[in-house]
Every structure is written in C-alpha cells, then in structure tokens.
C-alpha cells in the first residue's frame, strides 16, 4: 500500500511534465542502453566540471543502490572531451555505471541540457520526474524513495 | 596622369578587400572558463571577426565579467542553445570557422599558451576573511550555523542563492557570532569570496574553503546549503532552507 501511494504521488507529478522520446544509445563499455519503459537517472558530466567529478561516487552508490527499481545512466557530454580520456578516467576510478559518450551533442540537445552537472529523473514514459544542476537532497530522497519500492 | 592610376588601383584594390573581407565570417569559438588559465592564441583575421561562447555553464553576467577583464573579447556573444556550434559541428574549442558566402572554407582548433600557476591553494590554511586562524575543531564547536555557498551566485546551479545569501544574513542579525559563511573553492578564489561578501553585505564572518576540505567533511553537495550544529559540534539539520527557531536555540 505504502509503495503504491509513493508511486502515485511520485507520477501524479508528471501530468505536466516534459516528455522525452525514448533514448537508445551504445555505452562505451559497447552495451545498448535505452530509456523504453525504465525509470531512468541520467547524469550529464565532463571530466573537466569540477563540480561532476566531485559527485562521481554518489552517482557509483545511487547505481549501486538501485537494485532494478531505476537504471542510471551517465552521459558525458562529449563537449571538450576525448572518448579515451573519459574511459581511462570511469576506469581509473573504478566507476561502472553505464555511460554515453555523447560525441556529436545529440543526446545533450535531445534533454535541452546547457550546463554540467545536469541531473534528470524519467519515469517509464519518459516523463521528467525531476531536474537539478547539483545533486540535491530532494533527488536523494527521490532515488531513496524508489530503492524502497522494490 | 600616373598618380590618377595608382589613385585608381589604389582605390580599386582597397574595394577588392573590403568586399572580400565582408563576404568572409570568422567564428571564434572559445570557453571562457578555460581562457582564465590558458590564453588562445588568435590568428590573423581573415574576415569579421565574432568570438562565441558555447551554451554550457554560462550566463550573461559571467560572459560579461570575462569581456571586461579581457577587452579583445569585448564582441563575444553566447551562441544560444549552441546552434552554431551544432550548425559547423565544433565539439572543441578553441575553434576558428571560417565561412566564406555562406559556405564553410575552414574549420581549425586553435592553439592556447597555458599562464603562470599563481593558485597556492594546497598551502593555504583555514582562515576567515578577516584573518582569524580556522581548524575543523573550531568550526564544530564555535559556530552553530555553516552557510555552504558559491561566489559565482546568481549562476544556473545555484538556484535561488540570492534569496538564500538574504536569508542567511537575516539569520546573523540574530546571532551574528554563531555563524560562518563558508564559500566554494572551483571556479573561484579569495578575491571573488571578498567580492561576494561585499556584494551580499555579509557582517558575519566568511572563509574560504581553499581545499574543499569542509564540503567534503560536512558531505555538502548542494548549494547554498545550511549545517546547524549543538554545541558538542553534532549536526542537527542539514538542509537548502533556512533551520528554525527550534534549531538554533532563538
């Protein structure tokens, strides 16, 4: 009963929210990721915005936490960036989420995204759930409610 | 009669280039955040010359600040929702596009000369503005409220700072003793920290958190954010709106 009014207040939100066309795109680790029926946490970032590196491991424990109630996925925003670079930087730090390398902008466009770091939240039809320049509280607590939907 | 002619090859030849040179567009892309470290080295014009910043992590008071650092750049303009940048399909900059009635002739990066490292933040230790010596001891245990901000307010990811930055002197007047500013290290230094309490009239006292060091201690990810502490330095709120009464013991 508490997961179905979480899940009703969470989507009674979206009436009037932007709806996005679903997103498939190749990870760099060469896995196809699509946005189709997910809840999805996209993270927007580039290895030069001091501001995304420093949020890196909440990003790793909010794709740990997840346990199948929301997918993550990393979008680095190609802008200034070399496709090399971002993956010895994900493995240096042992980061594993799946990421994008978004090398011509589209996806970046796609979300109207026009500042790193950029966090969206999409319900499974692409809805925005939530958006924020930093990670936030409120987008904490919104994942937190989500890992106990499960 | 040789005069008229060189006149007449002179003037013909002074058209030539103008038409020429107006036909012909250079755009400039360049980031401003990374100029203030390493310096583009500009190449000769070949046409009218626009400077353009990407739409990422910009604003018009910080586009501004930059041009009137750096007059040469006094045209610069942002390229709204990077329609050139996607038009010419420039992914780096600095970049120089040359297009010629209409149609693109070059695309090439351009070189930067990096400046002198005059930051010595690693060795910088915790003090106030006014020169009072800081350490993780004392934060916890003199001061009851932490105001976690950003010099760069008002800017996109920082929502509602100005009204927070009210607020929180707001809170100060009451308590002018019991809280400490403590302001962003990226994108900023001691100098923009100075103008930022001159700009927000901050009576109470401010640092510079040259290392980040207290972000990471208190775990402040979000911005502007308040940390209230008991007097045994135990946190008790934590959170983007101001804490209340019953919080702060008023």
Not at chain 2, 164 to 181: C, F, G, S, V, Y
Not at chain 2, 182 to 190: C, G, M, N, Q
């Amino acid at each position: 009963m508490r997961t179905l009014v979480w899940l009703m207040c969470l989507f009674s939100a979206t009436a009037h929210a932007k709806q996005y066309l679903p997103l498939q795109a190749q990870t760099l680790d060469a896995r196809t990721i699509s946005t189709q029926g997910k809840v999805t946490y996209l993270k927007f970032w580039a290895t030069w915005c001091a501001y995304c590196v420093e949020e890196m491991p909440l990003l790793q424990q909010s794709h740990n936490s997840a346990n199948g109630t929301y997918q993550v996925v990393s979008i680095n925003i190609g802008f200034n960036q070399n496709r090399d670079r971002v993956t010895h930087y994900l493995t240096k730090n042992k980061y594993n989420f799946p990421t994008v390398y978004d090398g011509n902008g589209a996806i970046t466009k796609h979300y109207s995204v026009l500042g790193t770091p950029q966090h969206i939240l999409l319900d499974e039809q692409g809805n925005e759930l939530y958006r924020s320049a930093l990670f936030t509280d409120e987008l904490a607590q919104k994942l937190r409610q989500l890992q106990e939907t499960n | 009669m040789y005069i008229q002619l060189l006149k007449h090859v002179l003037l013909c030849l002074l058209v030539v280039s103008y038409s020429t040179k107006s036909k012909v567009q250079e755009y400039v892309f360049i980031n401003i955040w990374d100029e203030y470290n390493q310096t583009t080295i500009l190449p000769v014009e070949l046409g009218e010359r626009l400077f353009l910043q990407p739409d990422i992590n910009i604003d018009q008071a910080s586009l501004k600040q930059f041009a009137d650092r750096y007059p040469k750049y006094k045209n610069i303009t942002i390229d709204t929702h990077n329609q050139l940048m996607f038009k010419y399909q420039v992914r780096q900059t600095p970049t120089r596009v040359i297009v010629h009635e209409g149609s693109v002739k070059s695309i090439e990066p351009l070189l930067q000369k990096p400046k002198a490292i005059t930051n010595t933040a690693v060795n910088k230790a915790l003090r106030t503005l006014s020169g009072k010596r800081l350490d993780l001891n004392k934060i916890r245990h003199e001061y009851a409220v932490l105001f976690f901000s950003d010099s760069l307010c008002p800017f996109q990811h920082i929502p509602h700072c100005q009204q927070r930055i009210a607020q929180n002197n707001q809170l100060a007047e009451q308590m002018p003793d019991k809280i400490l500013t403590i302001i962003k290290p990226f994108y900023a230094d001691e100098t923009s920290a100075r103008n930022y309490q001159q700009r927000f009239q901050v009576n109470h006292q401010m640092t510079f958190d040259y290392q980040n060091q207290l972000f990471r201690y208190f775990e402040v990810s979000e911005l502007p954010y308040w940390i209230v502490q008991n007097s045994q330095g135990a946190v008790i709120y934590r959170g983007n709106t101001p804490p209340k009464k019953h919080h702060l013991s008023l």
